[in-house]
Every structure is written in C-alpha cells, then in structure tokens.
DNA sequence: CTGTTAGCGCTTTCAA
DNA sequence: TTGAAAGCGCTAACAG
C-alpha cells in the first residue's frame, strides 16, 4: 500500500525525479523522447504528485479559507456557490468554516485555517476586531473581505450598495403612502446592518418623514426562532457576547403598540422569514395590516402568499467576483475594491398603501 | 516577512527543535521549567506550527472531503453544516465539492482531493461509476458515503429510511382516499430515488392499488427551473450524461392528463418547488386540485399556503454522523453503517380527500 | 530528560 | 538537455 512518489516514476522511466518534475510541471524543456517515457509511467504506475509536499516546497497549498456566518444561511450558501464554482475552475480547493456571528469562533476558524497555510482568505467577518485576521493580513495572505469589513483590515472588499438597496426599498414604500417604517436589523456590529440603515434614514429624511428611533428594532439575525425545523435540529449556536432577542419578541412590542408602524423593512433573510413567523403568530395579514419589504430573494418568495418584494443581491456573482478578484491578488496583481454591485428591487406584493393613510 | 519556525523557538528556548515538537504535541516527558521555556519562547515569537510540513512528515493533514450535489440545495446545506461542526471541534477542516450530479465534476474533485491527501471523505456520491473513488478507497482513505451509495464501493453509509418515510407518505395519502397517486423523482442512479420509488410502491401494492408505470414521473433535480431568482443567478450547470426534462414539462403534461393523479408525492425539496411553480401555471390549487406531499422540510414550509405536509429528514444530524463515523475510521477503530436514521411524517395541510373519491 | 538525524515527497538552484 | 543535492518545517526513531 506504499504510495507510489516522483522516485518511483524516475525509476521507471530511467531519469532523475528533477526531470520528473519538471514534465509535470513543464517547467523546463525536456527532450520528447525524455518527456513521453515519463508521462507513460506517470500513467503505468497510475502517479499522482503529493499536493502537500508541493505545497511544503513552494508554500503554496491551493487551499483557500471561506469563513462565512452559517451555510445554513441561503444568502451565504449561493455565495459560497459562486466561490467554489471559480476556485475549482483554477484547480483550488475551499475550506469552509461557520462562524455564527461569534468572534470566539471566527478566531478559532482563522488560526486552524492559518496553520493550514492557506494561500488566501475570503471572510464575511463577524465585525467584531479580529486579532488573527489581522495577523493572517500581516503574514501576507491574500484576503478578500466579503459583503461586509472587519475594523483595522486593510484588504479590498467585494459588497453591494447596501445603503442605496435601503433607499430604494423605503422610498417604495414612501411612494405607497407609508408614514411610519419600521427598520428590523441583526448585529450593530455587521457593516452592512449598519449602512441599511443608513439607506432607511436617507429616505425618510428625504421625505420630510421623522426618523424615530424607535422604529429600529434589533433582533437575533442567526435564524428564525419560531420556524420548528431548524429551531429544534440546529446545534447550539455560540452567540459568546452577543445578546439580542429574537424577532417574535422585538416584534411583539413593536406591533401590537397603538402607533404601530404601516409598514416594515427588514435587513436580511433570516430575520424576513421570523417576521413572517411573527406576523402569524400576532395575527397580522401582510400587506392589508403590514407592508414588509425585504433584503434578499429566496427561491420561495414568488410562490409566497403575498409574494415577497424584495431587494434582490447578486449572491452567486457575489462569491464569483470574491474569488476572482482573490486569483488576481494571489497572482500578484494590484486590486481594488471593485464598485458595490448593483441590487434590485423586486416588486412583488407583500407592499400596499397603508390602509388609514399611512399610520 | 520570513515566517518563523520551529527552529527559531528551539534557539529562543536553547533547545532543540525536538524538544519544541514534543511540547507542543505533549509526545513525552519534558521538563517542566524546560517545557515552560518552550512556551514561553512560542507566545514571544507568537509561532504557529506549520500543518503543511506536520502533514508531509505525519501523512495526517487534518482535512476532510465533504463531495456533495449542490451546496445550494438546503438538504445539503444542513448536512454540510453538521459535517463542519462535528469536524472543526475535533480540528478538522472541511474542503467542500459541488458535482451537480455529473460525474465528471465528481471525478474532478475527486482527483483534487486524493492529491491533497485528504485524511477522509465523506461523499453523496453521483451514483455513477467513479474511479477517482475507488482509488481513494483503494488507497485506504476512510470514507463514508452519505445519503446514498456509490457501485462497487465499500464503505459505511449514513442515511435515512427512504423507502419507509415513502410508504407513510403514501400511506397517507390513501387514507385520505386517494387512489391514483404519482410518484416525481429526479435521477435514477440516485439509490435515495429508487428507494422512495419502492416505498411507493409497496404502499400501493399493499391498498391493492395499481402500480402503474406512468404515475411514476422523472424530471432534473437539480433546480425549480421555473424560480425566477437562481435561474437567473445560477452558472450553468455540468449534466454531462444526464437529460432530463424540467419539472414543468413533466407535470405540464402529467396533470392536464383527463386520468391525471388527485395526489402526488415528490422525492426531494428542490422538485417540490419547481411542481409548486408549475401548479401555479397550471392553476392548480393544492391541496383542492391536487395533494402534494414531499420529502424534506423546509423552513418556510409552515409558513406557506397550504403549509406543506412533508417526510422530515434530521439533516443536521445525518451530517454529525456521517462525521463521527468518519473520526471513529481515521481513529482505526470498526465502523459498520449505523442504521437508517427515522424520518418524520410532519402532516400540514397540503393534503385533503381528493374531491371526486380519488380519481 | 534531551539532542541528533534521517526522512516525508517535492521544487529548484547549480553544475555539467 | 539532464542530474545531484540542498532544502521546505516537521516528526520520530535512536542515542545518550
């Protein structure tokens, strides 16, 4: 069961393993004759190179990290799609790691990916300061920040227009009459929390609409706490230093209040789907009682009972042009931040004029 | 920038570089106030061993194939994320592969990963013939098939009843008192398919109910073609070797049928969207026009209209388990495959007694 | 209790 | 046009 090594095709062939290597890797010229005697025991003795012995010789593994929040996520999953689709093609491969928004994790994710020498890094980072992160950056290591950025990296970042995404959404809303627009985000910590909202205050300043404060609510964006499948399957998330109650509390307050809003506009996915929940569980009918407007599609939201509008991301071509841009620098090309990609606005039916006017 | 090894901390300590090795794997006794120095010598230099260089002199990287389908496909997604969690606690990584089911990317990937010398494979194999993974078996790489078996491999299997979550989903659809019941599956070679097909049957046979060959219906798997959103999104697909047509030709023709079935029973979350859209085409009303009953739950499934009646996998926990049985081969010790872990027949409301006693 | 040293399988000067 | 040999950074005998 002795795996067969670059000697043994040498042997075969009657040449020197540097000749060996050098036709796999046609890093020289070698006599035809030379080169064909080679490639036949490569193919006799079935020889296939040690990646990890190539990898000790060059420091260049062809492993790539992609540290994202949670697979179990649909948004991260079509990206983690579009990066591997492109890794593969350049015959790289993608280590995948969960953070669940706990920086615990991201560190612990990030020093196993470290040793493994990857030979670059996608991250969507939790946003919390990440010492590994940062040490990861000074050793070199091409990184590409994903849909979001972690505080003191220096490294381009591939996102959308987050904030025109909010604008566009809440203007919409604006323009059916609504008054009173709530905003339901995830972690403060998360960048593109954070420009959502500013997106959402754009509009309502623009309108002449005050921006109350309390119509943000904050809620636990990991996953939709009142959907049974997951909720009882899931593993225990590790949520070290983070605190926020799901969004069946946040919105119970919120909407059973007498100056409830008319309408609502929801930072991601996750939080889209416990609303939804949340709207059964208070009784509301969308949009006759509330107009709910959305960042993501999901693939279920045009079959959806209203069907979901919604701010549409490029998610595969989000983790496509990640790893593109991470080949380049890998390359030693220079890069930049490529301009955020563009959002849609899908306009579906989960959104009406406000039935008293606009609340 | 000249990254530090364990030569340097073997100089910072006034050791030699195999005291280091063994106090960082706890390999024998050390000193204590030698062992401290090494330590301390470590945190100074902030040292990182380097697993790249361990996994050419142990032959033992660390890192575990995980070949699925589509990391799109929620069922996997689940597991994928049971597979990491299990396997990042133990300090595994997870290198993970889409095949689209086409054999040619899995044979790809595979390639990929036997040159990586990955330590084990956990794989959801096409179903089709593959090389590439006989060799790895062949080579000794521990592997356990997941979901679904490959020809002529011997490995351990972790899945679920199919054929039994089949005939309750069947079961009960003729106690609702429907009597001709279709069957919509995706790819023959996927043995999750057939086995549904079986439980199918055996629940028609049983009522004493004709087993025809035409309710039994085969469509691509692998996307609602008919969802505007991956569609649009999605990078073209491999299907070397595989044709099928969509699911809303099959239905388009399987229920404008005037003998067309009063239930249908789908084999896998993503051809239960596509019938959703082609029922919304067809203008069918589920579950007055036609029951629908599926494998696999969804997170929004309660929340749809009608709330889908489904055959519940654990996902989650198929993931842990292919993973722990995984660990327990690495670690030398006997494995068979655990028993079919039970599904779950979550009944909702998208089944009713057909409307004209059954068809 | 600790050091020396021979690899692991490959790449890459340097020579010829 | 090709070979010899020195590493890459670590582990694991073998010595002492």
Redesign the interface.
């Known amino acids: 069961?002795t795996?067969i090594s670059s000697k043994d095709v040498a042997e075969h062939a009657g040449v020197s393993i540097a000749t060996v290597s050098h036709v796999i890797n046609g890093t020289r010229y070698v006599r035809a004759e030379t080169r064909q005697r080679v490639l036949d025991a490569i193919s006799v003795l079935?020889y296939?190179?040690?990646?990890?012995?190539r990898?000790?010789a060059t420091s260049s593994?062809?492993?790539i990290g992609l540290v994202i929040s949670?697979?179990?996520n649909?948004f991260f999953?079509?990206v983690?799609?579009?990066v591997?689709?492109e890794l593969?093609a350049q015959?790289y491969?993608?280590?995948?790691?969960?953070t669940d928004e706990d920086p615990v994790r991201e560190e612990?994710?990030l020093?196993?990916?470290?040793?493994?020498?990857i030979d670059g890094l996608i991250i969507a980072p939790t946003g919390e300061p990440c010492e590994s992160l940062l040490?990861l950056a000074r050793?070199?290591v091409p990184i590409v920040q994903l849909d979001r950025t972690s505080p003191g990296l220096e490294a381009p970042m591939v996102g959308v227009n987050n904030a025109e995404g909010a604008y566009q959404a809440v203007r919409y809303l604006i323009a059916l009459g609504h008054r009173r627009i709530a905003y339901l985000m995830g972690f403060e910590a998360v960048s593109t929390q954070t420009e959502r909202l500013a997106g959402w205050q754009r509009a309502l300043q623009e309108a002449g609409l005050p921006v109350e404060e309390n119509l943000v609510v904050r809620a636990d964006p990991r996953f939709?706490e009142s959907?049974?499948?997951?909720a009882s399957?899931?593993?225990p998330a590790g949520m070290a230093g983070h605190v926020l109650p799901s969004v069946r509390e946040v919105l119970g307050e919120l909407l059973t209040h007498p100056a409830r809003p008319s309408a609502i506009f929801i930072a991601t996915n996750q939080l889209t789907?416990g609303a939804?929940?949340a709207f059964?569980e208070l009784g509301l009918r969308c949009p006759e009682d509330i107009s709910l407007i959305s960042f993501d599609?999901?693939?279920?939201?045009?079959?959806?009972?209203p069907p979901l509008t919604v701010v549409?991301q490029?998610?595969?071509?989000l983790g496509?042009t990640a790893a593109q841009l991470l080949m380049q620098m890998i390359r030693g090309e220079a890069v930049a931040s490529p301009p955020p990609l563009a959002v849609e606005l899908i306009v579906r039916a989960s959104c009406s004029p406000p039935v008293n006017g606009g609340g």
């Open positions: 069961m795996r079935d296939r190179p040690n990646a990890v012995a990898g000790l593994t062809r492993e949670d697979i179990r649909p999953t079509a983690a799609r579009g591997e689709d593969i015959r491969n993608t280590i995948f790691c969960n612990g994710n020093h196993l990916l470290a040793a493994q020498q040490a050793a070199g939709a959907a049974p499948a997951p399957e899931a593993a789907l939804l929940y059964e599609d999901q693939d279920w939201a045009p079959l959806f009972r549409r490029p998610t595969y071509r496509q």
